[in-house]
């Protein structure tokens, strides 16, 4: 015997026995998300659905559906927003159009490791981003980690500024990082990640940018011969539930949920940057020709891109921006 709460919101609430008059219901969460099922993110996700089953003794449910099996990163932000899924993971650069600020965590080379990455969203920048996705609908559940962005093409190693100039490299939807790859001399483009593999295939692009295990996950170095470490993003995993399905659980369900996400979370960073390692090694055993950026071009990347953070300001004001660089410890001029 079943009946649905909200059926739009695939919220299921499951007649799974009876005591006297009272029901016990069993409540279903659909997640979607944009990452492989081999990739951290979506093994922290396995461990959050066992988590949350165990802590309400079976009364709340996780279906995961990973490697974009409900539709696109982009689809999936307007999904969680309508709430016809619960939550999903995915790379934030995919909601700057509901929380533009989030574009200030992409400034190029501002956060250089994991350590400042995350004192910067565990601490008051991630509050005011909570505090914006909460005005537009949205709970935050958690940050992960992504690890830095690396450029992968299939035209030509990376020895120097120059050897950007012209290269179609797909982006995120991100004006920061497309302005970014612009000031360096490519040839940037928007384009979901459901979308790159065949894209990169047909040669419609030449190039991306991702962390290495998203990289061999995806398995692009199939279509890409040539990575270099630019490392010029750090990037995060954003947890993001639908505000008005989350406060409608029962209070100790949302408990279980905020914790098991809290022990999912805490697992995915301890084990990310190995798997980011172990991905690299994989990728050159795979044929990929790796070539490492020296210093003069790392010097000349950040110099060219300078110019981006007083953009950023422009748009999103000088305050956030300022207060972001000054939690990543970059001084603020």
């Known amino acids: 015997m079943k009946t649905m709460l909200n059926a739009a919101a695939a919220l299921v609430l499951t007649v799974a026995g009876m005591s006297g008059a009272a029901f016990a219901q069993e409540v279903t969460l659909r997640a979607s998300g944009s990452f492989q099922p081999g990739h951290s993110s979506s093994l922290a996700m396995e461990r959050f659905r066992d988590a949350v089953a165990e802590k309400t003794n079976g009364e709340v449910r996780v279906d995961l559906f ?8 982009e689809q999936q932000v307007d999904q969680v927003r309508r709430g016809s899924i619960f939550m999903s993971w995915s790379g934030p650069s995919f909601w700057t159009r509901v929380v533009p600020e989030l574009e200030a965590l992409g400034l190029p080379f501002v956060l250089p490791d994991p ?36 450029v992968s093409n299939s035209r030509r190693a990376l020895t120097s500024i120059e050897d950007f100039n012209g290269l179609k490299i797909r982006m995120q939807p991100n004006e920061v990082h497309l302005r970014t790859f612009r000031a360096l001399g490519a040839s940037p483009a928007p384009l979901d990640i459901a979308e790159l593999f065949s894209a990169l295939q047909q040669r419609v692009m030449d190039g991306q940018e991702n962390p290495y295990s998203i990289i061999l996950t995806n398995r692009f170095e199939e279509v890409q011969g040539h990575l270099s470490d630019t490392g010029h993003f750090y990037d995060y995993v954003v947890y993001l539930a639908n505000k008005d399905l989350f406060e409608k659980l029962k209070p100790e369900h949302q408990e279980a949920i905020r914790s098991a996400m809290a022990e999912a979370i805490t697992w995915q960073r301890a084990y990310n940057g190995e798997a980011n390692a172990k991905a690299l090694e994989e990728l050159q055993a795979k044929g990929v020709t790796f070539t490492p950026v020296s210093d003069e071009f790392r010097d000349a990347m950040r110099e060219r891109t300078r110019e981006i953070v007083e953009e950023t300001r422009q748009r999103l004001g000088t305050d956030f921006v300022d207060q972001v660089l000054r939690e990543a410890g970059v001084a603020t001029n």
């Open 66 to 73: 990973p490697s974009n099996q409900l539709g696109g990163a």
């Open 115 to 150: 350590e400042k990455a995350f004192q910067v969203v565990d601490g008051p920048i991630g509050d005011i981003l909570a505090e914006k996705f909460e005005e537009r609908g949205v709970t935050v559940l958690g940050w992960g980690d992504l690890g830095a962005r690396h």
